[in-house]
Protein backbone atom coordinates (compact mmCIF):
# COMPACT_ATOMS: atom_id res chain seq x y z
CA UNK A 1 0.00 0.00 0.00
CA UNK A 2 1.07 3.76 -0.87
CA UNK A 3 1.14 5.78 1.95
CA UNK A 4 0.01 9.58 0.40
CA UNK A 5 2.21 12.84 1.48
CA UNK A 6 -0.79 13.70 3.02
CA UNK A 7 -0.39 11.69 5.73
CA UNK A 8 2.84 13.03 6.53
CA UNK A 9 1.71 16.39 7.22
CA UNK A 10 -1.14 15.10 9.38
CA UNK A 11 1.33 13.86 11.73
CA UNK A 12 4.16 16.48 10.86
CA UNK A 13 1.39 19.20 9.20
CA UNK A 14 2.37 22.71 7.56
CA UNK A 15 0.66 24.89 9.46
CA UNK A 16 -0.63 28.38 9.43
CA UNK A 17 1.01 30.13 12.14
CA UNK A 18 -0.08 33.40 11.14
CA UNK A 19 -0.28 35.66 14.70
CA UNK A 20 0.55 32.76 16.14
CA UNK A 21 3.45 33.53 19.31
CA UNK A 22 6.71 32.03 18.47
CA UNK A 23 6.21 29.87 21.94
CA UNK A 24 3.03 28.21 20.45
CA UNK A 25 4.13 27.67 16.86
CA UNK A 26 7.46 25.93 17.25
CA UNK A 27 5.77 23.02 19.30
CA UNK A 28 3.51 20.40 18.22
CA UNK A 29 0.82 18.08 19.56
CA UNK A 30 3.24 14.68 20.46
CA UNK A 31 2.93 11.49 17.79
CA UNK A 32 1.76 9.77 20.80
CA UNK A 33 -1.63 11.97 20.78
CA UNK A 34 -1.44 11.87 16.85
CA UNK A 35 -1.55 8.67 16.07
CA UNK A 36 -4.44 7.25 17.86
CA UNK A 37 -6.52 10.34 16.09
CA UNK A 38 -5.00 9.22 12.33
CA UNK A 39 -6.22 5.37 13.62
CA UNK A 40 -9.56 6.50 14.25
CA UNK A 41 -9.64 7.28 10.65
CA UNK A 42 -9.02 2.92 10.05
CA UNK A 43 -11.37 0.81 11.05
CA UNK A 44 -10.51 -2.32 13.64
CA UNK A 45 -7.44 -0.72 14.78
CA UNK A 46 -5.45 -2.55 17.67
CA UNK A 47 -3.66 -0.21 19.86
CA UNK A 48 -0.15 -0.65 20.78
CA UNK A 49 0.46 3.30 21.12
CA UNK A 50 -1.09 5.71 23.83
CA UNK A 51 0.24 4.87 27.40
CA UNK A 52 -3.19 3.53 29.19
CA UNK A 53 -3.64 0.82 30.92
CA UNK A 54 -6.31 -1.47 29.85
CA UNK A 55 -7.79 -1.89 33.70
CA UNK A 56 -10.94 0.31 34.82
CA UNK A 57 -10.65 2.66 37.71
CA UNK A 58 -11.07 0.05 40.58
CA UNK A 59 -14.42 0.24 42.13
CA UNK A 60 -13.85 0.98 45.69
CA UNK A 61 -12.86 4.80 43.92
CA UNK A 62 -15.74 4.49 41.94
CA UNK A 63 -17.84 3.66 44.73
CA UNK A 64 -16.51 6.16 46.97
CA UNK A 65 -16.90 9.51 44.16
CA UNK A 66 -20.67 7.73 43.93
CA UNK A 67 -21.60 8.57 47.23
CA UNK A 68 -20.08 12.54 47.11
CA UNK A 69 -22.01 12.87 44.37
CA UNK A 70 -25.28 12.29 46.65
CA UNK A 71 -24.04 13.19 49.83
CA UNK A 72 -21.49 16.22 49.50
CA UNK A 73 -22.40 19.69 47.37
CA UNK A 74 -18.60 20.40 47.89
CA UNK A 75 -17.69 18.05 45.42
CA UNK A 76 -19.12 20.19 42.38
CA UNK A 77 -17.06 23.43 43.62
CA UNK A 78 -14.01 24.93 42.61
CA UNK A 79 -11.25 23.56 45.81
CA UNK A 80 -8.95 25.48 47.40
CA UNK A 81 -6.33 26.70 44.76
CA UNK A 82 -3.30 24.13 46.04
CA UNK A 83 -5.51 21.08 46.54
CA UNK A 84 -8.39 19.64 49.42
CA UNK A 85 -6.53 19.78 52.63
CA UNK A 86 -7.33 16.61 53.27
CA UNK A 87 -5.68 14.68 50.37
CA UNK A 88 -2.24 16.73 50.69
CA UNK A 89 -2.36 15.34 54.08
CA UNK A 90 -3.38 11.58 52.68
CA UNK A 91 -0.13 12.56 50.32
CA UNK A 92 2.05 13.22 53.01
CA UNK A 93 1.71 10.54 54.65
CA UNK A 94 1.89 8.28 51.49
CA UNK A 95 5.07 9.89 50.68
CA UNK A 96 6.67 9.58 54.54
CA UNK A 97 5.26 5.69 54.63
CA UNK A 98 5.87 4.76 51.82
CA UNK A 99 9.26 6.66 50.27
CA UNK A 100 10.67 7.75 53.96
CA UNK A 101 10.02 11.10 52.21
CA UNK A 102 9.01 13.95 54.33
CA UNK A 103 7.01 16.78 53.16
CA UNK A 104 4.90 19.44 54.67
CA UNK A 105 1.52 19.33 53.60
CA UNK A 106 1.01 22.46 54.01
CA UNK A 107 3.71 24.73 52.46
CA UNK A 108 5.75 21.41 50.81
CA UNK A 109 3.18 19.96 48.12
CA UNK A 110 0.16 20.92 45.73
CA UNK A 111 -2.32 19.04 43.97
CA UNK A 112 -1.98 19.17 40.14
CA UNK A 113 -3.99 18.82 37.47
CA UNK A 114 -1.96 15.28 36.67
CA UNK A 115 2.15 14.89 36.62
CA UNK A 116 1.85 17.09 33.64
CA UNK A 117 0.33 19.74 34.72
CA UNK A 118 3.00 20.41 37.67
CA UNK A 119 5.71 19.95 35.35
CA UNK A 120 4.27 22.26 32.48
CA UNK A 121 4.00 24.59 35.51
CA UNK A 122 7.19 24.11 36.85
CA UNK A 123 8.93 24.84 34.04
CA UNK A 124 7.05 27.88 33.16
CA UNK A 125 8.31 29.10 36.58
CA UNK A 126 12.19 28.30 36.48
CA UNK A 127 13.02 28.71 32.81
CA UNK A 128 13.72 31.63 31.10
CA UNK A 129 13.90 32.53 27.76
CA UNK A 130 17.41 30.63 26.05
CA UNK A 131 18.25 28.63 29.45
CA UNK A 132 19.16 25.51 28.62
CA UNK A 133 17.50 22.61 30.38
CA UNK A 134 19.29 18.90 30.23
CA UNK A 135 17.10 15.62 28.97
CA UNK A 136 18.14 12.60 28.11
CA UNK A 137 17.57 11.01 24.81
CA UNK A 138 15.17 9.22 23.59
CA UNK A 139 12.60 11.19 26.34
CA UNK A 140 8.88 11.45 27.07
CA UNK A 141 8.07 14.09 24.17
CA UNK A 142 5.74 16.24 26.38
CA UNK A 143 8.89 17.37 28.10
CA UNK A 144 10.57 18.61 24.93
CA UNK A 145 7.30 20.33 23.82
CA UNK A 146 7.18 22.02 27.79
CA UNK A 147 10.69 23.18 27.80
CA UNK A 148 9.86 24.81 23.89
CA UNK A 149 6.92 26.65 25.59
CA UNK A 150 8.81 28.21 28.30
CA UNK A 151 11.71 29.37 25.70
CA UNK A 152 14.83 27.20 27.09
CA UNK A 153 16.49 25.09 25.09
CA UNK A 154 16.30 21.64 24.87
CA UNK A 155 19.77 20.13 25.32
CA UNK A 156 20.14 16.21 24.86
CA UNK A 157 22.08 13.16 26.51
CA UNK A 158 22.12 10.01 24.82
CA UNK A 159 21.07 7.30 26.55
CA UNK A 160 23.53 4.04 26.33
CA UNK A 161 21.10 1.82 24.77
CA UNK A 162 23.45 -1.42 24.60
CA UNK A 163 23.60 -1.05 28.61
CA UNK A 164 20.00 -0.84 29.10
CA UNK A 165 19.77 2.81 28.39
CA UNK A 166 21.61 3.73 31.01
CA UNK A 167 22.37 7.20 31.93
CA UNK A 168 25.36 8.66 30.90
CA UNK A 169 27.22 10.87 33.44
CA UNK A 170 29.83 11.83 31.80
CA UNK A 171 27.76 13.17 28.80
CA UNK A 172 25.48 15.22 31.22
CA UNK A 173 28.55 17.22 32.54
CA UNK A 174 29.91 17.58 28.54
CA UNK A 175 26.67 19.03 27.76
CA UNK A 176 26.75 22.39 31.13
CA UNK A 177 27.28 25.71 29.84
CA UNK A 178 26.65 28.85 31.43
CA UNK A 179 23.42 28.83 30.14
CA UNK A 180 22.46 25.02 31.47
CA UNK A 181 19.57 26.16 34.14
CA UNK A 182 18.01 23.00 34.66
CA UNK A 183 17.78 19.00 34.24
CA UNK A 184 14.70 17.17 33.52
CA UNK A 185 14.54 13.15 34.26
CA UNK A 186 11.44 10.91 33.79
CA UNK A 187 12.25 7.39 36.15
CA UNK A 188 10.99 4.30 35.55
CA UNK A 189 11.05 5.87 31.92
CA UNK A 190 8.99 6.68 29.20
CA UNK A 191 9.50 5.70 26.18
CA UNK A 192 12.50 2.98 27.16
CA UNK A 193 11.22 1.28 30.36
CA UNK A 194 14.92 2.13 31.89
CA UNK A 195 15.12 2.12 35.95
CA UNK A 196 17.75 4.31 36.86
CA UNK A 197 19.76 3.31 39.41
CA UNK A 198 20.61 4.80 42.71
CA UNK A 199 24.50 5.37 41.57
CA UNK A 200 23.53 7.17 38.38
CA UNK A 201 20.94 9.12 40.46
CA UNK A 202 23.07 10.44 43.37
CA UNK A 203 25.85 11.11 40.46
CA UNK A 204 23.61 13.35 38.64
CA UNK A 205 21.93 14.68 42.24
CA UNK A 206 25.63 15.80 42.52
CA UNK A 207 25.81 17.34 39.05
CA UNK A 208 23.18 19.93 40.04
CA UNK A 209 24.04 20.55 43.49
CA UNK A 210 27.56 21.16 42.04
CA UNK A 211 26.12 23.61 39.40
CA UNK A 212 22.97 24.92 41.66
CA UNK A 213 20.73 23.28 39.17
CA UNK A 214 17.20 22.59 39.16
CA UNK A 215 16.20 18.69 39.14
CA UNK A 216 12.64 17.95 37.51
CA UNK A 217 11.32 14.28 38.41
CA UNK A 218 8.47 12.96 36.41
CA UNK A 219 7.67 10.14 39.22
CA UNK A 220 4.29 8.79 37.50
CA UNK A 221 5.41 5.00 37.20
CA UNK A 222 7.26 4.96 40.72
CA UNK A 223 5.31 1.66 41.94
CA UNK A 224 5.68 -0.09 38.59
CA UNK A 225 8.98 -1.58 38.55
CA UNK A 226 9.82 -5.32 37.54
CA UNK A 227 12.32 -8.18 39.05
CA UNK A 228 12.24 -7.05 42.37
CA UNK A 229 14.29 -4.36 41.76
CA UNK A 230 14.83 -1.56 44.24
CA UNK A 231 13.49 1.77 43.39
CA UNK A 232 15.61 4.84 44.51
CA UNK A 233 13.84 8.00 44.08
CA UNK A 234 16.02 11.19 43.58
CA UNK A 235 13.01 13.24 46.38
CA UNK A 236 15.29 10.88 48.94
CA UNK A 237 18.52 12.86 48.27
CA UNK A 238 18.58 15.60 51.50
CA UNK A 239 21.16 17.85 49.83
CA UNK A 240 18.43 18.45 46.65
CA UNK A 241 15.88 19.30 48.92
CA UNK A 242 16.02 23.05 47.87
CA UNK A 243 16.63 21.80 43.76
CA UNK A 244 14.33 19.40 43.33
CA UNK A 245 10.89 19.84 41.81
CA UNK A 246 8.95 15.99 42.14
CA UNK A 247 6.22 15.38 40.33
CA UNK A 248 3.69 12.36 40.79
CA UNK A 249 0.37 10.96 39.66
CA UNK A 250 -2.25 8.95 40.12
CA UNK A 251 -3.12 7.87 36.65
CA UNK A 252 -0.83 4.86 36.15
CA UNK A 253 -0.58 3.38 39.99
CA UNK A 254 -4.59 3.55 39.76
CA UNK A 255 -5.72 3.62 36.76
CA UNK A 256 -6.86 7.00 36.79
CA UNK A 257 -5.73 8.76 33.33
CA UNK A 258 -8.64 10.49 32.71
CA UNK A 259 -9.48 12.20 36.36
CA UNK A 260 -6.33 14.20 35.33
CA UNK A 261 -5.01 14.06 38.97
CA UNK A 262 -1.66 14.29 40.48
CA UNK A 263 0.79 16.22 42.88
CA UNK A 264 4.16 18.01 42.99
CA UNK A 265 6.61 17.96 45.88
CA UNK A 266 8.83 20.72 46.34
CA UNK A 267 10.84 23.60 48.96
CA UNK A 268 7.86 25.90 49.81
CA UNK A 269 9.58 28.67 48.08
CA UNK A 270 9.64 26.92 44.98
CA UNK A 271 5.84 25.92 45.54
CA UNK A 272 4.57 29.49 45.97
CA UNK A 273 5.90 30.20 42.71
CA UNK A 274 4.82 27.45 40.53
CA UNK A 275 0.94 28.32 42.49
CA UNK A 276 1.27 31.23 40.62
CA UNK A 277 1.01 29.51 37.24
CA UNK A 278 -1.21 26.45 39.09
CA UNK A 279 -3.45 29.79 39.67
CA UNK A 280 -3.59 31.45 36.27
CA UNK A 281 -4.00 28.17 34.16
CA UNK A 282 -6.04 25.90 36.20
CA UNK A 283 -7.43 27.64 39.47
CA UNK A 284 -7.26 23.90 40.65
CA UNK A 285 -7.77 20.48 40.08
CA UNK A 286 -10.92 19.11 39.34
CA UNK A 287 -12.67 18.72 42.62
CA UNK A 288 -14.47 15.44 41.72
CA UNK A 289 -10.72 14.17 40.73
CA UNK A 290 -9.64 14.78 44.48
CA UNK A 291 -12.37 13.19 46.04
CA UNK A 292 -11.73 10.16 43.97
CA UNK A 293 -7.75 10.45 44.60
CA UNK A 294 -8.20 10.64 48.81
CA UNK A 295 -10.67 7.74 48.31
CA UNK A 296 -7.53 5.76 46.40
CA UNK A 297 -5.05 6.53 49.15
CA UNK A 298 -7.74 5.91 51.86
CA UNK A 299 -7.92 2.76 50.69
CA UNK A 300 -4.06 1.88 50.65
CA UNK A 301 -2.24 1.79 53.75
CA UNK A 302 1.32 -0.16 52.79
CA UNK A 303 0.02 -3.45 53.75
CA UNK A 304 -3.69 -5.32 52.76
CA UNK A 305 -6.37 -2.69 52.10
CA UNK A 306 -7.64 -2.57 48.38
CA UNK A 307 -5.70 -0.29 47.21
CA UNK A 308 -2.27 -2.53 47.65
CA UNK A 309 -4.24 -5.40 46.63
CA UNK A 310 -4.95 -3.69 43.39
CA UNK A 311 -1.79 -2.40 43.10
CA UNK A 312 0.14 -5.60 43.74
CA UNK A 313 -2.82 -7.30 41.02
CA UNK A 314 -1.74 -4.34 38.19
CA UNK A 315 2.00 -5.08 39.18
CA UNK A 316 1.59 -9.20 38.34
CA UNK A 317 -0.53 -8.37 34.95
CA UNK A 318 1.61 -6.25 33.47
CA UNK A 319 5.04 -7.74 34.91
CA UNK A 320 3.08 -10.76 32.70
CA UNK A 321 2.06 -9.07 29.74
CA UNK A 322 5.97 -7.48 30.17
CA UNK A 323 7.19 -11.20 29.17
CA UNK A 324 4.55 -11.83 26.65
CA UNK A 325 5.39 -8.94 24.46
CA UNK A 326 8.72 -9.60 24.79
CA UNK A 327 8.44 -13.09 23.62
CA UNK A 328 6.55 -12.13 20.70
CA UNK A 329 9.53 -9.11 19.77
CA UNK A 330 11.82 -12.35 20.14
CA UNK A 331 9.77 -13.73 17.40
CA UNK A 332 10.10 -10.49 15.32
CA UNK A 333 14.02 -10.57 15.87
CA UNK A 334 14.67 -9.73 11.89
CA UNK A 335 12.19 -6.61 12.50
CA UNK A 336 13.28 -5.04 16.20
CA UNK A 337 16.54 -5.37 18.54
CA UNK A 338 15.50 -4.49 21.99
CA UNK A 339 16.40 -3.84 25.41
CA UNK A 340 13.92 -5.46 28.24
CA UNK A 341 12.35 -2.84 30.22
CA UNK A 342 12.50 -2.76 34.16
CA UNK A 343 9.88 -0.39 34.55
CA UNK A 344 6.81 1.45 33.58
CA UNK A 345 4.61 -0.93 30.29
CA UNK A 346 6.47 0.44 27.30
CA UNK A 347 9.19 -0.96 24.92
CA UNK A 348 11.53 0.91 22.68
CA UNK A 349 12.52 -1.24 19.95
CA UNK A 350 15.30 -0.63 17.21
CA UNK A 351 14.16 -0.95 13.82
CA UNK A 352 16.69 -3.33 12.16
CA UNK A 353 16.60 -3.16 8.59
CA UNK A 354 18.23 -0.53 7.26
CA UNK A 355 16.66 1.92 5.09
CA UNK A 356 13.40 1.81 7.43
CA UNK A 357 12.51 4.99 9.21
CA UNK A 358 10.67 5.06 12.15
CA UNK A 359 7.78 7.57 10.95
CA UNK A 360 7.34 5.47 7.90
CA UNK A 361 7.55 2.06 9.73
CA UNK A 362 4.96 3.72 12.12
CA UNK A 363 2.40 4.61 9.34
CA UNK A 364 2.93 1.07 7.46
CA UNK A 365 2.29 -1.25 10.99
CA UNK A 366 -0.98 1.29 11.09
CA UNK A 367 -2.78 1.73 7.45
CA UNK A 368 -1.12 -2.06 6.27
CA UNK A 369 -1.57 -4.23 9.78
CA UNK A 370 -3.88 -1.79 11.57
CA UNK A 371 -1.94 -1.73 14.71
CA UNK A 372 -1.04 1.43 16.33
CA UNK A 373 2.40 2.20 17.73
CA UNK A 374 4.92 5.45 18.21
CA UNK A 375 7.72 6.39 15.63
CA UNK A 376 10.63 6.69 17.80
CA UNK A 377 11.93 10.20 16.92
CA UNK A 378 9.31 12.16 18.66
CA UNK A 379 11.14 11.11 21.56
CA UNK A 380 14.32 13.44 20.73
CA UNK A 381 17.40 12.31 18.41
CA UNK A 382 18.25 9.33 19.58
CA UNK A 383 14.77 8.10 19.03
CA UNK A 384 15.15 8.10 16.00
CA UNK A 385 14.93 4.40 14.37
CA UNK A 386 12.95 2.95 17.15
CA UNK A 387 9.53 2.65 17.69
CA UNK A 388 7.44 2.74 21.24
CA UNK A 389 5.32 -0.45 21.98
CA UNK A 390 3.13 -0.32 24.86
CA UNK A 391 2.21 -3.24 26.71
CA UNK A 392 -0.45 -1.76 29.09
CA UNK A 393 -3.06 -3.51 26.36
CA UNK A 394 -5.24 -6.31 27.68
CA UNK A 395 -3.76 -9.74 25.97
CA UNK A 396 -6.01 -10.86 23.99
CA UNK A 397 -5.46 -7.54 22.06
CA UNK A 398 -1.54 -7.39 22.47
CA UNK A 399 -1.93 -11.06 20.74
CA UNK A 400 -4.05 -10.22 18.17
CA UNK A 401 -1.75 -6.80 17.46
CA UNK A 402 1.68 -8.80 17.47
CA UNK A 403 -0.12 -11.97 15.05
CA UNK A 404 -0.98 -8.70 12.63
CA UNK A 405 2.65 -7.25 13.14
CA UNK A 406 4.17 -11.31 12.15
CA UNK A 407 1.92 -11.46 9.46
CA UNK A 408 3.27 -8.25 8.05
CA UNK A 409 6.37 -8.18 8.94
CA UNK A 410 7.32 -11.46 6.62
CA UNK A 411 8.02 -8.90 3.69
CA UNK A 412 11.04 -8.22 5.57
CA UNK A 413 12.23 -11.24 5.61
Not at 96 to 113: H, M, T, Y
Not at 202 to 208: K, N, P, V
Amino acid sequence: MMIERSVYKSVGRNEDATGIARRVAQISVSAIKQMPVLASRVEGCLSLGQGIPSFATPPFILEAVIEALRTDEAIGKYSLQPGMPRLKEAIADRLRNAKGIQADPESELFVSCGAMEAIAATLSTVVERGDEVLLPSPNYSSHIEQILFAEGVPVFVPLIEEEGWKLDIDGFKNKLTSRTKAIVLCNPMNPTGAVFSKEELLALAEIAVSRGLFIIADEAYDFLIYDDLPYFSLASIPELRDRLIACFSFSKMYCMTGWRIGYMVASARVIDQVLKVHDAFAICAPTISQYAAHAALKATNGLDGEGDRFIKTLIKELSARREFACARLDMLSHLFHYEKPRGAYYVFPRIVPEGVGDMDLALRLLYEARVITIPGSGFGPTGEGHVRISFGAAREDLNRAFDRIEDWAGIYK
